[in-house]
């Protein structure tokens, strides 16, 4: 054999030896997770048409028929509190436009429940706890927050995987010389083939977005999420920290009093009023801290965070759909100065990316076509997991695993040992699932002859 035929075939089994360890790596990690991403897709599907699902199933409480002069935020607040005898008002939510409704969540005991009030006639729509809203429940659904800390980390890992399946797949799918399964289908539905194309197809000309949708899903991972806010609060990325420079602050963070804070102010701290006024002044009222933020130009549609306690603040934040409308106003309860005025237009560049992402990834930003490519995103996922499913059940051999063979050349793997430790660095939690996949298949699949029986 000439050197030059050699080297061919050296190439060649490399070739054959990368695409077989990836081609392994994408079927395990897509084993694993296929059952995330579902419930991913379906519950974001869901969420992304929120305001049409609050419209069309819960309009009885949502939506008012303007009528006269709107009562004032005390009136309101105040029916809200007698709705409730026993509760305190934790925050006012002031009507979007003349046809919604006031929105007041009020506290008892360790429960928050919303109250919806007609802002015309003070009639009470309707009160629902704060966590049994229906399209709360979904979001908490679709992190899996609702079933616990452990089971939010799952999908934390499954946001990285994911990414990694939309790389893995690409490659896969990149053309070799063959004519159909790249922008076509072949077979029918009775044959694999037309499963595997129909999965490679779909993935290739959806990954770009599928990747989107799970890099900016991170943000609210638990461990992901927490520590890269941290990092960008403690450089000033995040949100510009001078703004508090000169103002007292207390222990809480926005999170703690708003009921939906943006991502990027979710750990800045709440100032406090003016603790020496307090001796002296009467704080301002609810209905004076709604027009102020009125006069300071807060879009329609804003919460407002009621004082908590003699040195709290009144706190005034909205987000909107267009992302650049988000603002967080801190106000003073005695003198009615706003201690931090805080704007989108002032985020650092990774804050504004962050915050963009997010509400692009919600379907937010660009309204309808906004909402129907992400839809179209959730679907390709739903038709990526199904085709997986269909084309590996007919793949199978009957008593085993089916997994995609061995690569004849394992020093392949020492390159893409390199590439997980890059991918671990930056998603701890993903690469830690993925080093354990590969351990496992490497050293137990490997050596267990039973398990290698299963996994062939």
Not at 21 to 35: S, T, Y
Not at 85 to 102: L, M
Not at 189 to 202: E, G, I, Q
Not at 222 to 238: A, F, K, Q
Request: contains cysteine; charged residues 15%; glycine residues 10%.
């Amino acid at each position: 054999m000439s050197m030059t035929a050699a080297a061919g075939q050296a190439e060649h089994q490399s070739g054959v030896s990368l695409y077989r360890a990836l081609w392994r790596w994408h079927f395990f990690a897509g084993l694993l997770v296929i059952p995330f991403m579902l419930n991913l897709a379906v519950t974001g599907s869901l969420y992304l048409f929120k305001d049409e699902i609050n419209d069309t199933f819960f309009g009885y409480r949502y939506n008012v028929v303007p009528e006269g002069a709107r009562l004032s935020p005390a009136d309101i607040t105040e029916i809200a509190r007698h709705a409730l005898p026993n509760g305190s008002i934790v925050s006012y939510r002031d009507p979007a436009s003349a046809e919604r409704s006031a929105i007041v969540t009020v506290a008892t005991g360790d429960a928050e429940t919303l109250v919806f009030v007609n802002p015309y006639n003070g009639a009470v729509l309707d009160t629902v706890g704060a966590t049994d809203e229906f399209n709360y429940v979904v979001k908490r659904i679709h992190s899996l927050a609702f079933f616990g800390p452990a089971a939010n980390r799952l999908v934390e890992i499954t946001g990285g995987f994911a990414m990694m399946l939309v790389v893995s797949g690409i490659y896969l799918w990149w053309p070799r010389q063959q004519s159909g399964g790249v922008v076509s289908l072949r077979g029918t539905p009775r044959r694999r083939v037309f499963w595997r194309d129909l999965h490679a197809v779909t993935g290739a000309f959806a990954g770009v977005l599928i990747f989107f949708l799970a890099i900016t899903g991170m943000p609210w991972s638990g461990y992901w999420g927490g520590n890269v806010n941290e990092w960008l609060t403690s450089r000033g990325l995040g949100y510009p920290v001078e703004l508090w420079d000169n103002v007292p602050q207390s222990r809480k963070v926005t999170e703690d009093i708003l009921p939906k804070p943006g991502w990027v102010v979710e750990r800045a701290p709440v100032p406090l009023s003016d603790i020496a006024a307090a001796q002296s002044a009467k704080p301002i009222g609810i209905n004076a801290a709604v027009e102020i933020a009125r006069g300071l130009g807060i879009r329609p549609g804003f919460d407002l965070a009621m004082p908590a306690g003699g040195a709290g603040v009144y706190t005034a934040a909205v987000y909107p759909e267009d992302v650049s409308g988000e603002r967080t106003i801190h106000i003073d309860q005695y003198s009615g100065k706003p201690l931090v005025d805080l704007a989108f237009s002032q985020y650092p560049f990774l804050g504004k990316a962050i915050e963009w992402g997010i509400n692009v990834h919600q379907g937010q930003e660009w309204g309808r076509f906004n909402q129907l490519l992400m839809l179209a995103t959730c679907l390709a996922i739903i038709v990526s997991c199904v085709s997986a499913v269909i084309m590996w059940w007919k793949r199978r051999p009957s008593g085993r695993l089916g997994v995609p063979p061995m690569p004849p050349q394992r020093s392949v793997y020492f390159g893409l040992w390199v590439i997980v430790a890059v991918f671990a660095v930056l998603f701890p939690l993903s690469g830690l699932a993925v080093l354990v996949m590969v351990a496992f298949d490497q050293v137990l699949v490997r050596f267990v002859p039973p398990l290698r029986r299963v996994f062939a």
